[in-house]
Each structure stands twice: as structure tokens, then as C-alpha cells.
């Protein structure tokens, strides 16, 4: 998930805006033409992109686009409730790192740590949690305001199906939604294998917000009561019915 915090310094400038801050669109051109070694890692903020908008982000188009492939690929980031902690390819292969004759590793573990580590229940191993998950679907809708369908990434990837951003931005919305949703079947994947919380017509319907999710099942980990961040998913509601 490191790797991907990167995709959340995104923003636009609609050119209406600019107009309206002579003294700061006259310092960012002196900007982009004055200190170009400050600027060949970034997107380039000189280019209009739809609309006419500039575009001021960390990661310029091919940087995102092998950034997307990688999150994209469902054996690696992309689970079918959102985008994960941990690659799941360390469940076959952990990064193991040996100092001092000790061995430390970094396995994908997709619901509780098996490490005391932090308290000895809070892992960012695999789950998905809320509030990154949410943030990654505003940082795609940011860059589609710029790229439009300039820009499409295949999602998810080697499937051949080809979306632009906003459409990224929705399917990911879907799967973080489909923790709470009934599946075919009539059961939620956040209650698991409770079969009480799944079927009791005293609990079926009380969904509860947990802290994170596990990365696979998509079954609620960690305390129940977070609304606070996962509370996020009825604003993903909402936009999808909009």
C-alpha cells in the first residue's frame, strides 16, 4: 500500500480558477519553465488536459499507468472487495529479511496479524481497509478529470477489458460496496461465516462497520464500530446511484 499513497497527491485546476490567480498561475509558469530538474518527475503541469485543466500530481501518466497495472492485477492488489494492504503475491512468495542472525518477513495476511506486533490486532498485511481504499477511488476521478478517455488502463488487468479512470474509479467503488451487499446467494460477505449475523431477522439486516476487511472473503476483521472511516462506503453508495 506504500507504493500506491503516491497516487493520493493528485489535483486539478479548472482554468477559471487560474484566471482568477494571476499572481499564482504567473509563479507556476516561471515554475515550470525555471526548474525543470524539480519538475521531470512529476506529471507535467503544462499540458491541458480536458477541459482545459492543469493537472498537478506525483506520478505522471506512465508512472500511473504501471502503478494501476500492478494494483489492478487481481493476484496481486486487486481483491473482489478492493484493493488490498499487501500484494497477495507474498503469500507464496514473503519478502524475508535477515539482520543479526534474526529473520524478519513480511507474509500476506489477509485478515488478523499472526505478529504481536502494534498491539497484535491491527494488520495491514492483505485486509482492505476503508479510508486508503477511498482515497484511491477520489485520486482516480481526480485524474480522470484531466486524461478524459485519453487515457484508458485495462481493468482489471489481463483481462482485456479496457476502462478509463472514472470507470476504474466506479468498478472499484462496486467491490468495496459488495462487503455490505446480499450476494447471490443472500448472504453479506462482511458477516462471513456467521451464520446468526447472516440469517437471525434480528441481526440479518443491522450491517456493522468494522475496522478492516479481510482481503479474500471480504468478511469484517477488527472492531465493529468504525464508523468513522468505513461509514465512507454510504458516500460510494450515493455516488453510484447519482
Excluded at 23 to 50: D, Q, Y
Excluded at 130 to 142: G, H, R, T, W
Aim: negative net charge; glycine residues 10%; hydrophobic residues 35%.
Amino acid at each position: 500500500m506504500v507504493g500506491l499513497i503516491p497516487l493520493f497527491a493528485v489535483s486539478t485546476i479548472e482554468p477559471e480558477v487560474l484566471d482568477k490567480l494571476p499572481h499564482f498561475k504567473r509563479r507556476l509558469n516561471w515554475f515550470i519553465a525555471n526548474r525543470p530538474e524539480l519538475i521531470e518527475n512529476v506529471s507535467c503541469m503544462r499540458t491541458p488536459g480536458m477541459g482545459e485543466r492543469r493537472l498537478l500530481a506525483v506520478a505522471y501518466r506512465e508512472r500511473l499507468e504501471k502503478v494501476l497495472k500492478v494494483m489492478l492485477d487481481e493476484s496481486e492488489f486487486l481483491s473482489p472487495y478492493g484493493i488490498r494492504a499487501v500484494s497477495r503475491f507474498h503469500k507464496d512468495n514473503p519478502y524475508v529479511l535477515h539482520i543479526n542472525g534474526d529473520e524478519h518477513r513480511v507474509d500476506y495476511e489477509p485478515a488478523e496479524s499472526s505478529s504481536g506486533l502494534f498491539g497484535g490486532n491491527s494488520n495491514w498485511r492483505g485486509p482492505i481497509w476503508f479510508p486508503v481504499n477511498y482515497l484511491l477511488v477520489e485520486s482516480l476521478q481526480k485524474f480522470h478529470h484531466y486524461y478524459g478517455d485519453d487515457l484508458k488502463i485495462e481493468c482489471p488487468t489481463g483481462s482485456g477489458n479496457m476502462m478509463n479512470l472514472w470507470e476504474v474509479s466506479q468498478e472499484l467503488s462496486r467491490r468495496m460496496s459488495r462487503i455490505f451487499l446480499r450476494d447471490e446467494n443472500g448472504k453479506r460477505p462482511v458477516y462471513g461465516e456467521n451464520g446468526k449475523f447472516q440469517d437471525d431477522p434480528h441481526f440479518r439486516d443491522h450491517v456493522l462497520f468494522y475496522e478492516y476487511f479481510h482481503g479474500d472473503d471480504g468478511s469484517g476483521v477488527g472492531a465493529s464500530h468504525q464508523t468513522g472511516w468505513t461509514g465512507l462506503v454510504a458516500k460510494l453508495l450515493q455516488q453510484s446511484g447519482e
